[in-house]
Protein backbone atom coordinates (compact mmCIF):
# COMPACT_ATOMS: atom_id res chain seq x y z
CA UNK A 1 0.00 0.00 0.00
CA UNK A 2 1.30 3.53 -0.66
CA UNK A 3 1.34 5.64 2.49
CA UNK A 4 0.21 8.88 0.79
CA UNK A 5 -3.12 10.05 0.96
CA UNK A 6 -4.03 7.58 3.80
CA UNK A 7 -3.80 8.22 7.57
CA UNK A 8 -1.97 6.31 10.06
CA UNK A 9 -2.91 5.63 13.69
CA UNK A 10 0.47 5.92 15.75
CA UNK A 11 0.94 4.97 19.43
CA UNK A 12 4.00 5.66 21.35
CA UNK A 13 4.35 7.94 18.21
CA UNK A 14 5.65 11.55 19.99
CA UNK A 15 8.99 9.68 20.64
CA UNK A 16 11.76 7.18 19.48
CA UNK A 17 10.87 4.55 17.17
CA UNK A 18 7.13 4.60 16.78
CA UNK A 19 8.12 8.46 15.95
CA UNK A 20 10.48 7.82 13.41
CA UNK A 21 8.04 5.79 11.62
CA UNK A 22 6.07 8.78 11.53
CA UNK A 23 8.31 11.05 10.19
CA UNK A 24 8.77 8.72 7.25
CA UNK A 25 5.64 7.87 6.32
CA UNK A 26 4.84 11.41 7.02
CA UNK A 27 7.28 12.55 4.43
CA UNK A 28 5.57 10.13 2.06
CA UNK A 29 2.39 12.06 2.17
CA UNK A 30 0.96 10.33 4.58
CA UNK A 31 -1.81 11.93 7.46
CA UNK A 32 -0.34 10.40 10.57
CA UNK A 33 -2.54 10.40 14.27
CA UNK A 34 0.11 10.40 17.25
CA UNK A 35 -0.99 8.90 20.12
CA UNK A 36 0.93 8.89 23.25
CA UNK A 37 0.95 9.90 27.18
CA UNK A 38 3.53 12.92 26.47
CA UNK A 39 1.46 15.94 25.57
CA UNK A 40 4.59 18.16 25.51
CA UNK A 41 6.42 15.99 22.83
CA UNK A 42 3.21 15.93 21.08
CA UNK A 43 2.42 18.89 20.84
CA UNK A 44 6.18 19.71 19.52
CA UNK A 45 5.69 17.29 16.91
CA UNK A 46 2.47 18.23 15.52
CA UNK A 47 3.55 21.68 15.06
CA UNK A 48 6.68 20.72 13.29
CA UNK A 49 4.71 18.73 11.13
CA UNK A 50 1.85 20.75 10.15
CA UNK A 51 -1.51 19.72 8.59
CA UNK A 52 -1.11 16.05 7.83
CA UNK A 53 -0.33 15.62 11.74
CA UNK A 54 -2.71 15.45 14.69
CA UNK A 55 -1.63 14.28 18.52
CA UNK A 56 -4.17 12.43 21.04
CA UNK A 57 -3.03 12.20 24.56
CA UNK A 58 -3.74 8.82 25.11
CA UNK A 59 -3.01 5.90 27.72
CA UNK A 60 -3.36 2.59 25.46
CA UNK A 61 -3.56 0.65 29.09
CA UNK A 62 -6.83 2.45 29.14
CA UNK A 63 -9.93 1.61 26.73
CA UNK A 64 -11.64 5.22 27.09
CA UNK A 65 -8.52 6.94 25.97
CA UNK A 66 -8.07 4.97 22.76
CA UNK A 67 -11.51 5.09 21.94
CA UNK A 68 -11.54 9.09 22.00
CA UNK A 69 -8.24 9.05 19.94
CA UNK A 70 -9.67 6.71 17.24
CA UNK A 71 -13.45 8.84 17.44
CA UNK A 72 -11.20 11.72 17.07
CA UNK A 73 -8.90 10.26 14.13
CA UNK A 74 -12.52 9.72 12.73
CA UNK A 75 -13.73 12.83 12.75
CA UNK A 76 -10.34 13.82 11.19
CA UNK A 77 -10.64 11.67 8.48
CA UNK A 78 -14.22 12.65 7.68
CA UNK A 79 -12.78 15.80 6.80
CA UNK A 80 -9.61 14.84 5.11
CA UNK A 81 -10.98 12.13 3.32
CA UNK A 82 -7.35 10.18 3.87
CA UNK A 83 -9.10 6.49 4.81
CA UNK A 84 -6.96 4.69 7.54
CA UNK A 85 -4.42 2.90 5.81
CA UNK A 86 -2.88 1.67 8.92
CA UNK A 87 -1.84 1.08 12.69
CA UNK A 88 1.66 1.27 13.92
CA UNK A 89 1.03 0.19 17.58
CA UNK A 90 4.63 1.47 18.80
CA UNK A 91 3.46 2.53 22.25
CA UNK A 92 5.70 0.73 24.92
CA UNK A 93 7.25 0.28 28.46
CA UNK A 94 9.98 -2.14 29.96
CA UNK A 95 10.19 -2.89 33.72
CA UNK A 96 13.12 -4.76 34.63
CA UNK A 97 12.81 -6.87 37.94
CA UNK A 98 13.76 -10.42 38.81
CA UNK A 99 11.15 -13.22 39.82
CA UNK A 100 12.04 -13.66 42.84
CA UNK A 101 14.75 -11.42 44.15
CA UNK A 102 17.46 -11.94 46.61
CA UNK A 103 15.20 -11.60 50.07
CA UNK A 104 12.87 -14.14 48.64
CA UNK A 105 10.15 -11.56 47.20
CA UNK A 106 8.36 -12.64 43.97
CA UNK A 107 7.81 -10.27 42.13
CA UNK A 108 5.49 -7.36 42.32
CA UNK A 109 1.73 -8.73 40.08
CA UNK A 110 1.64 -4.53 39.47
CA UNK A 111 4.39 -4.77 37.69
CA UNK A 112 3.48 -7.57 35.33
CA UNK A 113 -0.13 -6.04 35.25
CA UNK A 114 1.93 -2.52 33.97
CA UNK A 115 4.32 -4.22 31.29
CA UNK A 116 1.64 -6.56 29.70
CA UNK A 117 -1.38 -3.53 29.99
CA UNK A 118 0.54 -1.69 27.94
CA UNK A 119 2.47 -3.73 25.50
CA UNK A 120 -0.05 -6.63 24.84
CA UNK A 121 -3.49 -5.74 25.86
CA UNK A 122 -2.53 -1.94 25.04
CA UNK A 123 -1.62 -3.06 20.89
CA UNK A 124 -4.81 -5.50 20.83
CA UNK A 125 -6.68 -3.38 22.04
CA UNK A 126 -5.95 -0.23 19.75
CA UNK A 127 -6.01 -2.76 17.06
CA UNK A 128 -9.30 -3.90 17.99
CA UNK A 129 -10.95 -0.56 18.24
CA UNK A 130 -9.86 1.00 14.98
CA UNK A 131 -10.09 -2.38 12.26
CA UNK A 132 -14.18 -1.14 12.09
CA UNK A 133 -12.73 1.59 10.13
CA UNK A 134 -10.13 -0.33 8.30
CA UNK A 135 -12.48 -3.09 7.12
CA UNK A 136 -14.62 -0.45 5.88
CA UNK A 137 -12.18 1.12 3.35
CA UNK A 138 -12.71 1.18 -0.26
CA UNK A 139 -10.38 -2.56 -1.74
CA UNK A 140 -7.26 -0.89 -3.72
CA UNK A 141 -5.28 -1.88 -6.14
CA UNK A 142 -4.97 -5.06 -7.64
CA UNK A 143 -4.92 -7.03 -4.19
CA UNK A 144 -8.22 -5.09 -3.02
CA UNK A 145 -5.77 -4.05 -0.10
CA UNK A 146 -8.09 -1.99 2.86
CA UNK A 147 -4.88 -1.92 5.34
CA UNK A 148 -2.03 -2.97 7.26
CA UNK A 149 -1.27 -3.85 11.35
CA UNK A 150 2.30 -3.18 12.22
CA UNK A 151 3.10 -4.06 15.64
CA UNK A 152 6.71 -3.96 17.51
CA UNK A 153 8.02 -6.97 19.56
CA UNK A 154 11.55 -7.16 20.63
CA UNK A 155 14.51 -9.83 20.89
CA UNK A 156 13.44 -10.12 24.16
CA UNK A 157 10.66 -12.09 22.21
CA UNK A 158 13.17 -14.88 21.69
CA UNK A 159 15.99 -14.42 23.78
CA UNK A 160 15.19 -12.59 26.99
CA UNK A 161 17.70 -11.60 29.90
CA UNK A 162 17.20 -12.15 33.51
CA UNK A 163 14.92 -9.68 34.91
CA UNK A 164 12.96 -9.31 31.89
CA UNK A 165 10.05 -11.86 32.06
CA UNK A 166 7.25 -9.30 32.36
CA UNK A 167 8.71 -7.61 28.80
CA UNK A 168 9.68 -11.10 27.45
CA UNK A 169 6.11 -12.26 28.05
CA UNK A 170 4.35 -8.78 26.12
CA UNK A 171 6.68 -9.20 23.23
CA UNK A 172 6.55 -12.75 23.09
CA UNK A 173 2.44 -12.66 23.56
CA UNK A 174 2.94 -9.93 20.20
CA UNK A 175 5.15 -11.90 18.16
CA UNK A 176 2.77 -15.37 18.35
CA UNK A 177 -0.66 -13.20 17.66
CA UNK A 178 0.53 -11.46 14.65
CA UNK A 179 0.17 -14.63 12.87
CA UNK A 180 -3.57 -15.56 13.64
CA UNK A 181 -3.97 -11.66 13.30
CA UNK A 182 -2.88 -12.15 10.02
CA UNK A 183 -5.38 -15.05 9.13
CA UNK A 184 -8.31 -13.34 11.36
CA UNK A 185 -8.18 -9.88 8.73
CA UNK A 186 -7.09 -11.69 5.52
CA UNK A 187 -10.70 -12.10 4.10
CA UNK A 188 -10.68 -7.98 4.45
CA UNK A 189 -7.58 -7.52 2.88
CA UNK A 190 -5.95 -6.32 5.93
CA UNK A 191 -2.38 -7.36 6.43
CA UNK A 192 -0.42 -7.76 10.35
CA UNK A 193 3.41 -7.62 10.27
CA UNK A 194 5.75 -7.59 13.93
CA UNK A 195 9.32 -5.75 13.82
CA UNK A 196 11.39 -7.07 16.43
CA UNK A 197 14.15 -4.52 17.32
CA UNK A 198 17.34 -5.44 19.22
CA UNK A 199 19.09 -2.57 21.02
CA UNK A 200 17.91 1.38 18.90
CA UNK A 201 18.44 4.39 20.22
CA UNK A 202 15.40 6.01 21.59
CA UNK A 203 14.18 7.30 25.13
CA UNK A 204 13.79 3.78 26.31
CA UNK A 205 17.54 3.30 25.94
CA UNK A 206 18.92 6.69 27.05
CA UNK A 207 17.69 5.59 30.50
CA UNK A 208 20.46 2.63 30.22
CA UNK A 209 23.45 2.58 31.99
CA UNK A 210 26.57 3.52 29.52
CA UNK A 211 27.85 0.04 31.03
CA UNK A 212 24.29 -2.16 30.22
CA UNK A 213 23.91 -0.10 27.20
CA UNK A 214 27.74 -1.02 25.96
CA UNK A 215 27.45 -4.48 26.71
CA UNK A 216 24.72 -4.80 24.42
CA UNK A 217 26.34 -3.19 21.60
CA UNK A 218 28.99 -5.78 22.40
CA UNK A 219 26.57 -8.45 21.83
CA UNK A 220 26.12 -7.30 18.22
CA UNK A 221 27.45 -9.51 15.68
CA UNK A 222 27.44 -6.71 12.63
CA UNK A 223 27.19 -3.93 13.07
CA UNK A 224 28.24 -3.72 16.02
CA UNK A 225 26.07 -0.86 17.60
CA UNK A 226 22.85 0.26 18.40
CA UNK A 227 20.21 1.00 15.63
CA UNK A 228 19.43 4.45 14.54
CA UNK A 229 15.51 5.05 14.44
CA UNK A 230 15.34 5.73 11.08
CA UNK A 231 16.87 2.18 10.44
CA UNK A 232 13.62 1.20 12.02
CA UNK A 233 11.37 3.71 9.80
CA UNK A 234 12.36 2.04 7.04
CA UNK A 235 11.62 -1.51 7.76
CA UNK A 236 8.34 -0.15 8.68
CA UNK A 237 7.47 1.89 5.59
CA UNK A 238 8.79 -1.60 3.18
CA UNK A 239 5.96 -3.13 5.51
CA UNK A 240 3.34 -0.81 4.69
CA UNK A 241 4.53 -0.90 1.02
CA UNK A 242 4.89 -4.61 0.33
CA UNK A 243 1.95 -6.69 -0.10
CA UNK A 244 3.64 -10.12 0.30
CA UNK A 245 4.73 -9.31 3.76
CA UNK A 246 2.30 -10.55 6.10
CA UNK A 247 1.51 -13.15 9.34
CA UNK A 248 5.38 -12.45 9.82
CA UNK A 249 7.62 -11.00 12.72
CA UNK A 250 11.04 -9.63 11.01
CA UNK A 251 13.58 -9.35 13.12
CA UNK A 252 15.73 -6.09 12.94
CA UNK A 253 18.87 -6.78 15.46
CA UNK A 254 22.34 -6.75 13.46
CA UNK A 255 22.38 -10.82 14.19
CA UNK A 256 22.65 -10.60 17.56
CA UNK A 257 21.29 -13.00 20.74
CA UNK A 258 20.82 -11.70 23.91
CA UNK A 259 22.75 -13.59 26.50
CA UNK A 260 21.21 -14.70 30.01
CA UNK A 261 23.05 -11.57 31.50
CA UNK A 262 25.06 -8.49 31.07
N1 LIG B 1 14.72 1.06 21.69
C1 LIG B 1 14.95 -0.23 21.74
O1 LIG B 1 16.11 -0.66 21.89
C2 LIG B 1 13.83 -1.20 21.57
C3 LIG B 1 14.15 -2.56 21.37
C4 LIG B 1 13.14 -3.48 21.20
C5 LIG B 1 11.81 -3.08 21.23
N2 LIG B 1 11.52 -1.76 21.45
C6 LIG B 1 10.09 -1.39 21.46
O2 LIG B 1 9.90 -0.32 20.58
C7 LIG B 1 8.74 0.43 20.99
C8 LIG B 1 9.11 1.91 21.01
O3 LIG B 1 10.04 2.12 22.05
P1 LIG B 1 11.18 3.24 21.97
O4 LIG B 1 12.47 2.56 22.14
O5 LIG B 1 10.95 4.12 20.80
O6 LIG B 1 10.90 3.99 23.35
P2 LIG B 1 10.49 5.50 23.67
O7 LIG B 1 10.43 5.52 25.15
O8 LIG B 1 11.39 6.46 22.96
O9 LIG B 1 9.03 5.63 23.05
C9 LIG B 1 7.93 4.98 23.60
C10 LIG B 1 6.75 5.93 23.58
O10 LIG B 1 5.61 5.21 24.10
C11 LIG B 1 4.91 6.11 24.93
N3 LIG B 1 4.11 5.38 25.89
C12 LIG B 1 4.55 4.67 26.95
N4 LIG B 1 3.51 4.17 27.64
C13 LIG B 1 2.40 4.58 26.99
C14 LIG B 1 1.01 4.40 27.22
N5 LIG B 1 0.56 3.72 28.28
N6 LIG B 1 0.15 4.95 26.36
C15 LIG B 1 0.59 5.67 25.30
N7 LIG B 1 1.87 5.89 25.04
C16 LIG B 1 2.77 5.35 25.88
C17 LIG B 1 5.96 6.96 25.60
O11 LIG B 1 5.42 8.17 26.10
C18 LIG B 1 6.93 7.17 24.46
O12 LIG B 1 6.64 8.35 23.74
C19 LIG B 1 8.35 -0.15 22.34
O13 LIG B 1 7.28 -1.04 22.15
C20 LIG B 1 9.58 -0.89 22.79
O14 LIG B 1 9.27 -1.95 23.68
C21 LIG B 1 12.49 -0.83 21.61
Known amino acids: MKPSNRTFIISGGASGLALAAARNLHSAGAYVSLLDLNTENGATIVKELGDR ?34 VIAGAGVGLPGLMIDKNNEPIPISSIDF ?40 SAAFDGQMGQV ?23 GIRAVTVAPALFESNMTKQMGKKVKQSLE ?45
Do not use: C
Not at 234 to 248: Q, S, Y
Open 218 to 262: NAMEFPKRAGQPDEFARIVREAVENPMLNGTVLRLDGAMRMPARL
Open 166 to 188: AYAASKGAVASLTLPLARDLSKH
Open 53 to 86: AKFFEVDVSDSESIAKAVQGTVEWVKQTGKEIGG
Open 115 to 154: VLNINLRGTLDLIRQALPYMTTNKPDGLDGERGVLIMVAS
